[in-house]
């Protein structure tokens, strides 16, 4: 949409420029006779001002401006027509572009009236001038204004089929818009999707854990408990040579293999199950993405550990969530790259796109808390971008891990 209204701004211009200067050969090539001298210079000086404000108007898209622009441009067109009616098919492509620009720029039943208006006002300056200067300008007929009328009909013509066709683009305009903020949403919440998944897994296992561990507590603690109390008082028999005491070391036997066979099934569901490791999901995460967005992400992830410590490991997360959300919100990318590598006992994570990038740019609160983060790990948080040549952020995390570094 901005291209083509770039466009249509270029278009104006180009097509004002040509009528003014096709308005400055005409009056050239039939100079009137009998007119001061200094009206030429008013006349050249009208149609500069009119050019500098087509112009102006269309560099500097102000609401107030336009229709200030367009209002002197037709008092001055006015003003000349009154100086020499005789001539107005010569001022009248003036006018006709003027009509045409207000269908540009206002509602089509505004233009259509604003557009009546001012043929109307030329119609009656042609009528009621009949005297300009000591000379008297003879009587209009009707084919005074055939070729006036016709340029004004056909400017008007030409600017209701372009008005109905902006009308179009910009209900089509707002339609894409608004499909667009639809899937920037459907993919943060898909995004958002993901990281409950994975809490939500997280958090299922700990409660596992503890619902476990409060099990070992309560049978497995019963168990031992008999134990001794079965023990100390066979310690008792032993002491005092009763028949019974072997029965009781049998007992406690029995409660000892009974308190052993719990804790192996505790420790077996304690045990780490098979599970989505962080970098998993970051794998998950933007396989999503792409998924969703049609962006085509390419990843470098050699041979890593399952698990860099619950700090690093969420700034890995966030770090590409928030990326990936900031290439596909703001940066109108086809492709993007991340890779993290370890190597020198320095964790690296870098995310390159190819999108529009940017000369000035501001961080958001999500990588505001990244950059924080990392920062307190005695890290490094480096973001570059140009326009045309994307968004490339890049992490440096010292890690130390003897087996890891050794292997890069």
């Known amino acids: 949409m901005a291209r083509l209204s770039c466009l249509f701004r270029i278009s104006a211009v180009t097509l ?51 229709a200030a622009g367009l209002i002197l441009r037709g008092m001055l067109a006015l003003v000349a027509i009154n100086s020499m009616p005789e001539y107005m098919p010569v001022y009248a492509p003036l006018i006709a572009v003027i009509l045409f620009e207000i269908f540009l720029s206002a509602s089509l039943g505004v233009s259509i009236g604003s557009c009546l208006l001012i043929i109307a006002l030329m119609t009656c300056e042609r009528y009621l001038t009949n005297q300009t200067w000591g000379y008297i300008h003879q009587a209009p007929s009707v084919a005074d204004f055939f070729l006036p009328w016709g340029e004004c009909a056909i400017a008007m013509i030409c600017g209701i089929v372009i008005r109905q066709l902006l009308d179009k683009v910009h209900h089509l305009s707002d339609q ?24 939500h897994q997280r958090e299922s296992i700990m409660n596992e854990r503890n619902r476990i561990s409060r099990e070992i507590h309560d049978s497995v603690g019963y168990m ?135 000369t000035s740019f501001q961080l958001g609160c999500g ?31 010292p890690w130390l891990n003897e087996y890891f570094n050794d292997m890069g």
Do not use: C
């Open 176 to 199: 894409v818009e608004q499909f667009y903020q639809s899937n920037i949403r459907l993919v943060e919440a898909n995004l958002g999707l993901q990281d409950y998944t994975v809490r």
């Open 224 to 358: 031992l408990t008999n134990l001794i109390a079965v023990l100390d008082y066979s310690r008792e028999l032993i002491i005092a040579q009763k028949d019974q005491a072997l029965e009781k070391i049998d007992q406690g036997r029995e409660q000892a293999r009974a308190a052993l066979a719990e804790v192996r099934r505790a420790v077996r569901a304690l045990r780490p199950p098979i599970e989505v490791s962080r970098l998993q999901a970051v794998s998950a995460l933007i396989t999503a993405f792409s998924e969703a967005t049609g962006i085509e992400a390419s990843v470098y992830m050699p041979k890593l550990p399952d698990s860099f410590g619950e700090e690093i490991d969420t700034i890995i997360y966030r770090v590409i969530q928030e990326a990936l959300t900031n290439t596909f919100r703001h940066g109108q990318a086809t492709h993007v790259f991340i890779s993290i590598n370890l190597k020198n006992k320095l964790l690296s994570i870098t995310i390159k796109d190819n999108g529009l990038g940017a």
């Open 16 to 66: 004002n420029l040509l009528i003014y200067g096709l308005t400055w050969n005409l009056y050239l090539s039939n100079q009137p006779i009998g007119v001061p001298v200094y009206w030429k210079t008013q006349f050249f000086m009208i149609l500069i001002i009119s050019s500098m404000l087509a112009v102006l108007v269309r560099i500097i898209t102000v609401d107030w401006l336009t």
């Open 367 to 397: 990588l505001t808390g990244i950059q924080e983060r990392v920062r307190a790990l005695n890290g490094r948080f480096e973001i570059d971008s140009s326009p045309n040549q994307g968004f490339i952020i890049k992490i440096l995390i």
